[in-house]
């Protein structure tokens, strides 16, 4: 089965052919990042407008990659959700045109199941064997912060999520404070390198209701007033994008250890934008007591190449959409 996938849940307008949901033959994505850089985030509005543009040129571009005809194309897979409601509008109507035009039947994919099965494509850095059942996945990205308890294929559960900030978000505001820019995930990176990570203490461990819960309002917030007592004086930038980064790459690490505990798990997968941070990666790789899987960086962030490996395992689950589907920016998963 061929399936051509196609992704707008945020900046990013993505399109891939996937062939039984492992093998890769097109990949193309149109990044918003340097128009929306200059404004220190994303403007939904531009972003809808941005896909607009983008959407045909880069299907046609995946499709001329792929060097496939419409006929040997067996289904058009699509994310309808979670992400930006204008963003994802786009998508979705073309896949429905698409869709009806080309006469194939319509897959709708959640965005946070591409990510937990982008690793299941045969490709350069990703496992050679598939991730054993069952697994922890930790999604972490601009928008989404969720632990997910995978059982089997297309059997998942979320069991934490983040009650406020995502720690992407979280990233990107706290790199506006220090004027790193956008976005802010690997500014603060880069200038953590050079910083004391100790040098300021924030609260890495949130006061929350439930063990598995996420929260980074209360770090941001940290950060903004330690600025703030710096007004007027050289702020110390380096060792506070260090102390900021352990203090989040804390909270990650032992809230998922510590899912742990309640879900059996024979392995921890990382995904989402924020899975490139090299230190997230070492840090629970040393303390797990199991083995950590993360994909390749450009599999982590926005891409249609992982909305195809999602896609095709609903297709053998019988899992198809009318072509009344729907986006549901708020979409859960499991």
């Not at 559960?157 to 404070?177: N, P, Q, S, Y």
């Not at 790193?180 to 953590?192: N, Q, S, T, V, Y």
């Amino acid at each position: 089965m061929r399936i051509l996938a196609i992704e707008t849940s945020c900046d990013e307008t993505a399109a891939a052919v996937v062939e039984e949901g492992r093998i890769l033959l097109s990949h193309v994505v149109a990044s918003q990042a340097a128009f929306h850089a200059k404004y220190g985030g994303i403007f939904p509005e531009i972003a809808a407008r941005m896909h607009v543009e983008a959407i045909v040129p880069v299907t046609r571009e995946a499709m001329a990659q792929a060097g496939l005809s419409w006929e040997a194309i067996d289904a058009i897979a699509v994310t309808y959700g979670p992400g930006l409601p204008g963003s994802l509008v786009v998508g979705v109507s073309f896949a429905k045109a698409l869709a009806f035009a080309r006469r194939k039947p319509l897959i709708a994919v959640n965005h946070l199941e591409g990510h937990l099965y982008a690793h299941r494509l045969r490709v350069e850095g990703n496992p050679p064997e598939d991730i054993p059942f069952p697994f922890l996945a930790l999604i972490v990205s601009g928008g989404h912060t969720e632990l997910i308890w995978v059982r089997d294929l297309l059997d998942h559960r979320r069991v934490g999520w983040t009650i406020d900030d995502a720690a992407g978000e979280a990233f990107d505001k706290v790199a506006r404070l220090l004027g790193l820019g956008f976005p802010g995930g690997p500014a603060i990176e880069r200038r953590a390198q050079e910083g004391d990570p100790q040098a300021f203490s924030l609260p890495a461990l949130p006061k929350v209701d439930h063990p598995l819960w996420f929260s980074f309002s209360g770090l941001k917030t940290a950060v903004l007033r330690i600025v703030e007592r710096f007004e007027g004086r050289a702020l110390p930038v380096a060792d506070l994008a260090a102390s900021f980064q352990a203090a989040a790459i804390e909270q990650l690490v032992t809230k998922t250890l510590e899912a742990l505990h309640h879900y059996e798990a024979r392995a921890i997968l990382i995904s989402g934008g924020v899975s490139a941070n090299r230190r997230l990666r070492e840090e629970m790789a040393r303390r797990a007591p199991v083995p950590v899987y993360v994909p390749p960086p450009w599999l982590c962030t926005d891409n249609a190449a992982m909305i195809g490996a999602a896609a095709a395992l609903h297709a053998y689950a019988g899992h198809f959409a009318s072509l009344d589907l729907d986006v549901d920016p708020d979409a859960k998963i499991g």
